[in-house]
């Protein structure tokens, strides 16, 4: 398929914060291209986006529109920041759209500590969780799991590491589907993929994974009511927050399946501008393997992030020498933002079952959703939004409005605006701590050429993010939280 690219011309204001693209831009389009962002933001997105989010449209039984988020940019197949649903019975399912770390997401966790009372250890602290949770390519992990264990993680996620005491009961109700996706079947994984991921349960990683010790400062509490719901109840408290996936277990699961779809398609007579878009019909054969083998590595996230949990409590109680049970160590939630899922939403007037892609993006339902523990029934789903280490994160909720427009979703970071190599041409890793470390921000990290790759500057302000999906109203701020010590792979 030959296809149009570049910034799009008739581009129409839909609203303050939301664009949209017509279907005549391109081709095959079967539907408009939605994109939500500030004029700053959309003015700042690299004509990538508008590429990749306008060749999503053209995918078979897309529903309504395809979405990108504030935080958008380039990436593989869909935009990072996509959102995009296809029929459950016409559609299909796309590892593009989902990306190669799967159920890469975020996990936050409260504590009873107060800056006063950690910032004497804040270096023990920060050097003690860099020690305990291993980052970096290739790194090891704290469970070394055998075949039977790790097909059972593939099965059950967190539930596995509650059940052998890597957590707390409690943990499970305070993760995005209880922590375990339960049409995952690990005879739909390659034994390379099993290979890779065996041994990297309790690890973050490389790139922009982190493990991060926040503030809480008093300006930045938005919604004292659900911030004490959610356990943040006090300014100054200190929390903290992880970002990581399913590592190459999710990547080699991607990598399979990819290889697979591509010759695929033919045999269903589908044709896409960009072959990182292979897909097939979700109730194909080949589909629903993929489906199965991608809740395996969601559920492997799940439990990844699960065992890093259970490091941070015990790096805390050494620390401070007190059981991270008086810490009040307890999880504000864990939200997938690498994923795609059998959803029913209204579509044109009907409750419709739909293959809701998730690239970069997270989901944010409302108050009184049936998905949602009931501990989250009024106030909706915990959204968590991650910054660059320099400038902070947010906490909000789902809303009413993105269940109505997005399909339940919204934004999932910052979102890059400079490469790696770009980042790296202007700032050495070793002066950026030193700057961090002025401006009070302690961090630790494998590589300094990869420390310079994570520099705030190379990321949108992630205000200017939460201020658009906050006007678009599909999520509501609740806090904001400062960096004071980070872990970076």
């Given at each position: 398929?030959?296809q149009?690219?570049g910034?799009?011309?008739?581009?129409?204001?839909?609203?303050?914060?939301?664009?949209e693209?017509?279907?005549?831009?391109k081709?095959?389009m079967?539907?408009?291209?939605?994109?939500?962002?500030t004029?700053?933001?959309?003015?700042?997105?690299?004509d990538?986006?508008?590429?990749q989010v306008?060749?999503?449209?053209?995918?078979?039984?897309?529903q309504?529109?395809?979405?990108?988020?504030?935080?958008?940019?380039?990436?593989?197949?869909?935009?990072i920041?996509?959102?995009a649903?296809?029929d459950?019975?016409?559609?299909?399912?796309s590892?593009?759209?989902?990306?190669?770390?799967?159920?890469?997401?975020?996990?936050l966790v409260?504590t009873?500590?107060?800056?006063?009372?950690?910032?004497?250890?804040l270096?023990?602290?920060?050097?003690?969780?860099?020690?305990?949770?291993?980052?970096?390519?290739?790194?090891?992990?704290?469970?070394?799991?055998?075949?039977?264990?790790f097909?059972e993680?593939m099965?059950?996620?967190?539930?596995?590491?509650?059940e052998n005491?890597?957590?707390?009961q409690?943990?499970?109700?305070r993760?995005?589907?209880?922590?375990?996706?339960?049409?995952?079947?690990?005879?739909?994984?390659?034994?390379?993929a099993?290979?890779?991921?065996?041994?990297?349960l309790?690890?973050?990683?490389?790139g922009?994974?982190?493990?991060?010790?926040q503030?809480v400062k008093?300006?930045?509490?938005?919604?004292e009511?659900?911030?004490?719901?959610f356990?943040?109840?006090?300014?100054?408290?200190i929390?903290?927050?992880?970002?990581?996936?399913?590592?190459?277990?999710?990547?080699?699961?991607?990598t399979?399946?990819?290889r697979i779809?591509e010759h695929?398609?033919?045999?269903?007579g589908?044709?896409?501008?960009d072959?990182?878009l292979?897909?097939?019909?979700f109730q194909?054969n080949e589909?629903?393997?993929?489906?199965?083998a991608m809740a395996?590595?969601?559920?492997?996230?799940?439990?990844?992030r699960?065992?890093?949990?259970?490091?941070?409590r015990e790096?805390?109680s050494?620390?401070f020498?007190?059981d991270s049970?008086?810490l009040?160590?307890?999880?504000?939630y864990?939200?997938a933002?690498?994923i795609?899922?059998l959803?029913?939403?209204?579509?044109?007037?009907?409750?419709?079952?739909?293959v809701v892609?998730?690239?970069g993006?997270?989901r944010?339902?409302?108050?009184?959703?049936?998905?949602?523990a009931?501990?989250?029934?009024?106030t909706g789903q915990?959204?968590?939004?991650?910054?660059s280490?320099?400038?902070?994160?947010?906490?909000?909720?789902?809303t009413?409005?993105?269940?109505?427009?997005?399909?339940?979703?919204?934004?999932?970071?910052?979102g890059?605006?400079?490469?790696?190599?770009a980042a790296?041409?202007?700032v050495?890793?070793e002066?950026?701590?030193?700057?961090?470390e002025?401006?009070g921000?302690?961090?630790?990290?494998?590589s300094?050429p990869g420390?310079?790759?994570?520099?705030?500057?190379?990321?949108k302000?992630i205000n200017?993010?939460?201020?658009a999906?906050a006007?678009?109203?599909?999520s509501?701020?609740?806090?904001?939280?400062?960096p004071?010590g980070?872990?970076?792979?």
């Amino acid at each position: 398929m030959e296809q149009t690219s570049g910034r799009p011309k008739d581009i129409k204001q839909v609203s303050d914060v939301v664009w949209e693209i017509p279907p005549s831009y391109k081709k095959g389009m079967l539907v408009p291209a939605r994109i939500y962002a500030t004029k700053k933001l959309l003015a700042e997105m690299d004509d990538g986006v508008f590429n990749q989010v306008t060749n999503v449209e053209c995918l078979p039984g897309i529903q309504k529109y395809s979405f990108c988020m504030p935080d958008g940019h380039w990436g593989y197949g869909f935009p990072i920041g996509g959102v995009a649903a296809f029929d459950a019975e016409t559609g299909v399912i796309s590892p593009g759209g989902i990306g190669f770390d799967i159920n890469c997401g975020m996990r936050l966790v409260t504590t009873n500590l107060t800056f006063k009372d950690i910032q004497p250890k804040l270096k023990e602290l920060v050097d003690t969780m860099f020690k305990i949770v291993p980052a970096g390519v290739g790194s090891r992990g704290f469970v070394d799991a055998n075949k039977q264990q790790f097909k059972e993680i593939m099965a059950y996620g967190s539930k596995w590491c509650v059940e052998n005491s890597y957590g707390w009961q409690e943990d499970l109700e305070r993760t995005e589907g209880y922590g375990r996706i339960d049409w995952a079947d690990p005879e739909k994984v390659s034994q390379k993929a099993v290979e890779r991921g065996m041994k990297q349960l309790g690890t973050l990683g490389s790139g922009n994974h982190y493990l991060e010790i926040q503030v809480v400062k008093a300006e930045n509490i938005f919604d004292e009511n659900i911030a004490k719901k959610f356990g943040i109840h006090s300014a100054e408290q200190i929390v903290v927050m992880v970002h990581c996936g399913s590592r190459g277990f999710g990547h080699q699961i991607g990598t399979d399946y990819l290889r697979i779809f591509e010759h695929t398609m033919k045999k269903y007579g589908i044709e896409v501008y960009d072959r990182e878009l292979a897909c097939a019909p979700f109730q194909s054969n080949e589909g629903q393997d993929y489906y199965k083998a991608m809740a395996c590595a969601a559920n492997m996230a799940f439990a990844n992030r699960q065992v890093i949990l259970h490091r941070i409590r015990e790096g805390f109680s050494k620390v401070f020498k007190t059981d991270s049970e008086k810490l009040e160590m307890r999880m504000v939630y864990d939200v997938a933002h690498n994923i795609a899922k059998l959803e029913e939403h209204i579509v044109d007037g009907h409750k419709k079952k739909v293959v809701v892609h998730r690239k970069g993006s997270t989901r944010a339902f409302p108050p009184h959703h049936h998905e949602l523990a009931k501990l989250y029934k009024e106030t909706g789903q915990p959204v968590i939004i991650g910054g660059s280490m320099e400038t902070g994160s947010f906490l909000l909720v789902g809303t009413q409005k993105a269940m109505d427009e997005t399909f339940g979703s919204t934004a999932h970071g910052s979102g890059r605006t400079m490469s790696r190599a770009a980042a790296k041409r202007q700032v050495r890793g070793e002066q950026l701590q030193k700057d961090m470390e002025k401006r009070g921000i302690y961090v630790k990290a494998i590589s300094m050429p990869g420390l310079a790759e994570e520099a705030g500057f190379a990321y949108k302000n992630i205000n200017d993010v939460i201020n658009a999906v906050a006007e678009a109203g599909i999520s509501k701020p609740v806090v904001k939280l400062a960096p004071c010590g980070n872990v970076k792979g």
